[in-house]
């Protein structure tokens, strides 16, 4: 399975962007995906998840009522939307699948290659 993350760039506070990840070679499995970030100097934290059907999700508490997990299984993609983005927003964002959903990095089976998301302030 592989997976391309793409849609960072450099934005002011207050902005949006929406990430993509497409995923392909093994599609037929229903793979929960997740979102992650990494900021220079910290380790890789979790942000958001998404079922294989797109009917649950959940969020880091940091990111909840700003940043919107979907996905459009018919395309292979999943997306993130973020709005009111902050400077502390900023970081490397990947995209994950896994059998299910978690909070936690070890749980997902496949990795993006990750987007760079800035935030200037």
């Known amino acids: 399975v592989h997976l391309q993350a793409s849609g960072g760039g450099l934005v002011q506070g207050g902005g949006s962007l929406r990430l993509s990840c497409v995923t392909s070679?093994?599609?037929?499995?229903?793979?929960?995906m997740g979102w992650f970030r990494q900021a220079p100097g910290k380790e890789r934290d979790f942000v958001a998840t998404i079922n294989w059907r797109g009917d649950v999700t959940y969020y880091a508490d940091s990111v909840k009522g700003r940043f919107t997990i979907s996905r459009d299984n018919a395309k292979n993609t999943v997306y993130l939307q973020m709005n009111s983005l902050l400077p502390e927003d900023t970081a490397v964002y990947y995209c994950?699948?896994?059998?299910?959903?978690?909070?936690?990095?070890?749980?997902?089976?496949?990795w993006g290659q990750g987007t760079q998301v800035t935030v200037s302030s």
């Open positions: 994950a699948a896994g059998d299910i959903m978690s909070t936690q990095n070890r749980r997902y089976d496949y």
């Open positions: 070679g093994r599609t037929d499995s229903n793979y929960a």
